[in-house]
């Protein structure tokens, strides 16, 4: 309806167009007992108008259809209500600076003027048109065009009457006249592939329960305090084989997951991404969904409940996040609206090279915000604790997996990506502003300088990173038969020049069980699975000692033997057997102590708590070192040996006079060793060793990790 003059011909003016109808009326609801205007049919594809020339102010209306089976229907005209986005949003979202857009564009259930609908918005600048299509009118564009608002380049519409559940797709005409459908780069529930259709969802019906949880985040994932992480795929962790190997639901993982995780001792848990993917072999990181949690195990709510429950049991959640690249599957972000809207139109910025996905063109404003705000969406939305950023070294240099002729040097001739560095210090700053405790973790390859410390001091703002540097000489190291590693001694040792450079999470995630690397028994340097078993419990006892917060792929915990495959359970079956129980006993034991000793976790940035004991005797593979409390307090020695051999009366300096006491020794045969051990310790002797007054004499089991806690 809108005011219309054409020569002596003037009043209001109504158009609709409504298939398979034959007649049409517009009904005025301004008053009880109003007039009704009977419709022209112009066009029999079912076009009508009518101009009611005795009015001349438009008011309130519905439309009254008469279909040809004498179905009446009255309705309320979409395109009687006023756009549902302000133009200050649309302003700050052109700016990038809009950091909810999240709450403005996709699909939202409201009220608008008493009359309760659903309001949808898209982001498609250079498009002819836009229209809304779903079962709700045939997937026929010519019902819902879109009003395009000004220069912002977002379509709007409210669609009066519509509900939760409705599938819905946007389709476009380009410039060129092409037309295709996409889904919702906002949408936050999809259907399963092949069609991907959006799906209209109500985020406010749910009620959280674990405001205690809330309460305490920010004290609770402070640096100084245990931070052990068990990463996670949803989709194969457990899987009900007799129910044709389908996954758990969010419901039944809730449950599942919360008991095993408390039953080892971790803090958190990591999830490999769970924003909608339509490939289930990308593992989540070709991600075409990035506001919704996947349809494969439930809805939005029952993914908000599988969090809830976590948090009530004091379990964090940490979900990858992957703003460095995403996919070229057409019904998604490739070439919106018929041009390069999200990715950048030339490869050399805008294609990676070793994924075959599109690289988000950061510096348009626009992209800024829609990522910005999905970032901000999973702490908002989902009460996720943390997000790990996957591949971030792709996103810092512009010569990333690039030849020369490749790759598009800066302004400044430089191969750092400006942009996507100004996006993660916004990001990360952003992030810690609304959501104080949120951790942001860096999954970052490189020597980039600063990764974990704020923007004010040149950084980029993550509060950790992941060690990526200890993960490869340590496993290079492991994987050597022992006869080879005294040659290999500064494996173990070369981290330590740069432990406190950034601050770390010591890491064995799923990269290091794939693409035919085997899985973390497998490949240790030994012959038998119990000498793998007690290679790997060593590596794992030295992985507790060391310094930085631990994270451990599921399966890694067990010592599972075959690689980890994604649409496959784990295998649980291994845990009847002695070498593979006795690796979980361990990991739930290191966890404990971990969390226990305030040597540990208390310290693990303090370049004051670690100090080299001795780690000169690569002909034997030993090492050792001792970790302080800040109060000096609590003192862990940690001794590692990494041959078979058994070493009686090794004498080792001691930072302390006193009493010794084995707190942990992974030869035990609680956990299938040969139980060679110190007994209650060893007791300091005033003899000069290791540039120390004091030392010991121990016994050093074959291929261990032990513990000694000083107790004066």
């Known amino acids: 309806m809108h005011p219309y003059q054409k020569g002596k011909k003037r009043g209001i003016l109504v158009r609709a167009f409504l298939s398979g109808v034959d007649k049409c009326e517009v009904v005025d609801s301004s008053a009880e007992g109003a007039p009704r205007y009977a419709m ?25 259809s008469e279909q040809r089976n004498r179905e009446i ?47 949808f918005g898209v982001w ?89 949880w809330m309460a305490k985040r920010v004290d609770h994932q402070a640096l100084d305090r245990p931070m052990s992480v068990y990463e996670v795929h949803l989709a194969s962790w457990k899987r009900r084989w007799e129910e044709d190997n389908r996954p758990l639901t969010y419901k039944e993982l809730a449950v599942e997951l919360a008991e095993y995780v408390i039953d080892h001792g971790f803090t958190h848990i990591e999830l490999m991404p769970v924003a909608e993917h339509p490939f289930d072999g990308s593992w989540g990181y070709q991600v075409t969904g990035y506001y919704a949690p996947t349809h494969r195990f439930g809805t939005p709510d029952d993914f908000k409940a599988f969090v809830d429950y976590m948090h009530q049991r004091d379990i964090g959640v940490i979900v990858d996040w992957v703003p460095a690249h995403f996919p070229r599957d057409t019904f998604a972000l490739p070439g919106f609206d018929g041009t390069c809207l999200y990715e950048h139109e030339d490869p050399r910025l805008g294609a990676h090279m070793d994924w075959g996905t599109l690289i988000f ?188 917060k631990k994270l451990l792929f599921m399966g890694s915990e067990f010592g599972q033997s075959e690689e980890w495959n994604y649409d496959k359970s784990l295998q649980w079956h291994l845990n009847e057997f002695a070498d593979h129980h006795g690796i979980a006993s361990l ?48 003192k862990i020695m940690v001794i590692g040996h990494f041959t078979p051999m058994t070493h009686e009366r090794y004498r080792i300096g001691l930072p302390s006079a006193g009493h010794w006491r084995e707190i942990l020794n992974t030869d035990s045969s609680f956990y299938g060793g040969s139980n060679i051990g110190n007994v209650n310790g060893v007791n300091s002797e005033p003899v000069e060793y290791d540039s120390f007054a004091q030392s010991g004499e121990f016994t050093i089991p074959p291929l261990s990790t032990m513990f000694f806690k000083w107790e004066g």
């Not at 022209?40 to 009254?64: A, T």
């Not at 705000?373 to 996957?390: F, K, Q």
Request: a negative charge; one cysteine or more; proline letters at 5%.
């Open 361 to 548: 063109n950061f510096g348009r404003h626009e992209v800024k915000s829609f990522l910005v705000a999905n970032a901000l969406s999973w702490l908002d939305r989902y009460h996720i604790d943390g997000l790990r950023v996957d591949a971030v070294a792709s996103m810092l240099y512009l010569d990333y997996s690039r030849e020369e002729g490749q790759w598009i040097p800066n302004q400044y001739g430089g191969n750092e990506n400006l942009e996507a560095i100004a996006f993660l210090r916004e990001t990360n700053d952003l992030v810690h502003k609304y959501y104080p405790g949120t951790l942001m973790i860096a999954e970052e390859s490189t020597s980039f300088g600063g990764v974990t410390k704020p923007p004010s001091e040149g950084g980029l703002g993550f509060d950790l990173k992941w060690n990526m540097g200890w993960m490869h000489d340590n496993m290079s190291y492991f994987e050597k038969d022992p006869i080879y590693r005294k040659h290999h001694q500064n494996n173990l040792t070369f981290g330590m020049l740069y432990q406190y450079a950034e601050k770390f999470v010591t890491v064995f995630s799923h990269d290091e069980v794939t693409h035919g690397k085997g899985s973390m028994l497998m490949k240790m340097g030994a012959g038998t699975i119990t000498d793998k078993s007690r290679t790997l419990r060593s590596l794992y006892g030295h992985m507790w000692g060391y310094p930085g």
């Open 587 to 634: 990991v739930r034991d290191l966890n404990r102590v971990y969390k226990e000793e305030p040597a540990l976790a208390e310290t693990d940035f303090d370049d004051q708590s670690f100090r080299w004991i001795a780690c000169w005797d690569a002909d034997s593979s030993i090492i050792s070192y001792v970790r302080t409390s800040r109060d000096g307090r609590s």
């Open 124 to 212: 498609a600048p250079n498009a002819d048109r836009v229209s809304l299509v779903g079962s709700f009118n045939d997937w026929d564009g010519r019902y819902h065009p879109m009003r395009s608002l000004g220069g912002s380049g977002v379509w709007e519409l409210f669609i009066p009457g519509m509900e939760k559940g409705e599938m819905y797709k946007f389709e476009l005409r380009a410039k060129n006249g092409d037309v295709f459908l996409k889904t919702d780069p906002y949408g936050s529930y999809f259907e399963a592939p092949p069609n991907n259709a959006s799906i209209v969802y109500d985020h406010s019906s749910y009620q959280w329960n674990d405001q205690a």
């Open 73 to 119: 229907r009255q309705f309320y005209d979409p395109y009687s209500f006023l756009p549902t986005i302000g133009e200050s949003d649309l302003y700050l979202f052109n700016q990038g600076n809009e950091h909810r857009i999240y709450e403005k564009l996709g699909a939202h259930p409201k009220v608008v003027n008493g009359i309760p609908g659903v309001s």
């Open 40 to 64: 022209e049919k112009v066009d029999d594809s079912g076009f009508f108008e009518v101009l009611i020339e005795d009015r001349d102010m438009v008011f309130p209306y519905r439309l009254r």
